[in-house]
């Protein structure tokens, strides 16, 4: 088991509250408080609450980056390739639920000049995403349908996926994985 640093249990034990009550309502002396400590002593390890949500923020972005990143680099069909995003995005939500809460409820309250580093990589990160579908499209992998459209769906789905996981007492991730899936890439209608 890899130890923590203090700053990394700072962290862990923020991203906790900011899921919990949310970015706004958690303070300094909350967190200290939760840690058993005093809020002072919270400052010898990071500068404030922004520092914390940027850490965690930035750091599900990049694992979403890499990730995709890693499908880009294969060798694999547009379809294949679309599974492995949606696996990426569950993986992420199982592991990540507290960063994923943060980073969709509360990435612009980071600093200016985080915000846009975050914007350009979930704009370049949905780019690929919205090739890979068109890639799709064109080898008939995937029915004629806009692709904004195909996104859309697939997106908003797997961004709210971390609120319906917690919710439903933490389905098994391989069954979560083959469902959704084949939810997303089979539909729901029995084929005559």
Do not use: C
Not at 4 to 27: C, D, M, P
Not at 101 to 106: F, T
Not at 121 to 128: A, H, L
């Amino acid at each position: 088991m890899k130890i923590q640093t203090r700053k990394e249990e700072i962290i862990v034990v923020a991203s906790r509250l900011f899921k919990e009550k949310g970015y706004n309502a958690v303070s300094m002396r909350d967190i200290a408080q939760a840690m058993g400590i005093k809020a002072a002593s919270l400052y010898n390890h990071i500068t404030g609450k922004q520092e914390i949500l940027s850490t965690l923020i930035l750091e599900v972005a990049h694992e979403f980056t890499s990730g995709m990143r890693a499908v880009l680099d294969k060798e694999s069909s547009p379809l294949q390739k679309i599974q492995e995003i949606i696996e990426l995005h569950i993986d992420i939500t199982v592991n990540a639920s507290e960063g994923l809460a943060a980073l969709n409820n509360d990435w612009m309250h980071m600093e200016t000049s985080q915000v846009e580093a975050f914007v350009q990589m979930r704009e370049d990160y949905e780019e690929n995403f919205r090739k890979i579908i068109k890639e799709g499209i064109d080898a008939d992998e995937i029915q004629p349908r806009h692709p904004e459209v195909i996104l859309f769906s697939i997106l908003s789905t797997l961004r709210t996926l971390y609120l319906w996981y917690q919710k439903r007492g933490k389905l098994d991730v391989n069954v979560l994985k083959k469902d959704l899936v084949s939810v997303f890439l089979d539909g729901i209608v029995t084929k005559n």
